[in-house]
């Protein structure tokens, strides 16, 4: 199959209009006969609204139960596009971190992803479902949920195109691609076309905010094109690293260790 990773974020998929643009544009990848995985972050500032919840309650919330409750941002965003490609006559099913066979280590708050068990995703796919993907999350083989830290929805999409092999991964924001500068405070700034892995890292681990370093360290290790984009708008944008290409995934029914 021809399988395309779509990263949405937080600020993307904020309000109703936003989750239509989202599914809009899963919408057209779809008629270019794209199988689809579409990861989100929560929207807005969810995440932030809990964790002030929490600290309401209590001075010194667990980690563990930090976990379980900012997990459910993530979900309500899969939930909230799935419903959204449904009403538009989309086949598409919203599945947690775990549903998603995203395993991980122990560590809460920071954790790693170490292997994604592809079954379930692969049967939905067949089925012919757009499979809307919570990011930022996974399971334990203990069965704890825990959840992978700042950008970790940009890792999660990172990881299933690995995982699956993918055409390509497209990390979709509320800029055009990326630029040597903050587009938002510096109106002269220029758009790169295209930039290698490396620069893009020094770039994340400089401050950049469109992309995670751990994603971009994982994409260089496992050869993901990634691509930087507006939400609802395919161009123009920014590739890094490799660019995309059309090939048939290679994924099989097993799991899919990282290491």
């Not at 909230?80 to 066979?101: D, R, Y």
């Not at 089925?127 to 950008?151: M, S």
């Not at 903050?182 to 076309?193: I, N, T, V």
């Amino acid at each position: 199959m021809y399988l395309l990773v779509y990263k949405f974020g937080g600020s993307s998929v904020a309000d109703a209009a936003g989750l239509r643009r989202a599914a809009g544009q899963l919408a057209a990848a779809a008629a270019k006969g794209y199988r689809l995985i579409a990861v989100v972050s929560a929207q807005g500032k969810t995440t932030d609204r809990l964790l002030q919840t929490a600290t309401a309650l209590t001075l010194h919330p667990s980690c563990r139960e930090t976990d379980q409750l900012l997990a459910t941002g993530e979900q309500a965003s899969a939930a909230l596009l799935a419903m959204t490609l449904q009403e538009t006559g989309l086949p598409a099913i919203s599945l947690t971190g775990w549903q998603a066979g995203i395993h991980t280590d122990g560590n809460h708050a920071a954790a790693e992803i170490t292997a994604i068990h592809r079954r379930r995703i692969l049967r939905e796919l067949e089925a012919g479902r757009i499979v809307v993907t919570a990011g930022f999350q996974g399971v334990t083989r203990c069965g704890d949920i825990t959840t992978l830290g700042r950008g970790g929805s940009d890792t999660t999409a990172v990881a299933l195109a690995a995982a699956f092999d993918a055409c390509g991964c497209r990390i979709c924001t509320d800029v055009d691609g990326v630029y040597d500068h903050d587009p938002r405070l510096a109106p002269e700034s220029r758009r790169y076309d295209r930039i290698g892995y490396d620069e893009m890292l020094e770039m994340a681990e400089q401050g950049a905010r469109v992309l995670h370093p751990r994603s971009v360290s994982l994409a260089q290790k496992y050869r993901v094109p990634l691509t930087v984009l507006r939400t609802g708008a395919e161009t123009p944008c920014t590739v890094v690293g490799r660019p995309e290409r059309r090939h048939h995934s290679l994924a099989a029914d097993t799991v899919f260790l990282f290491r």
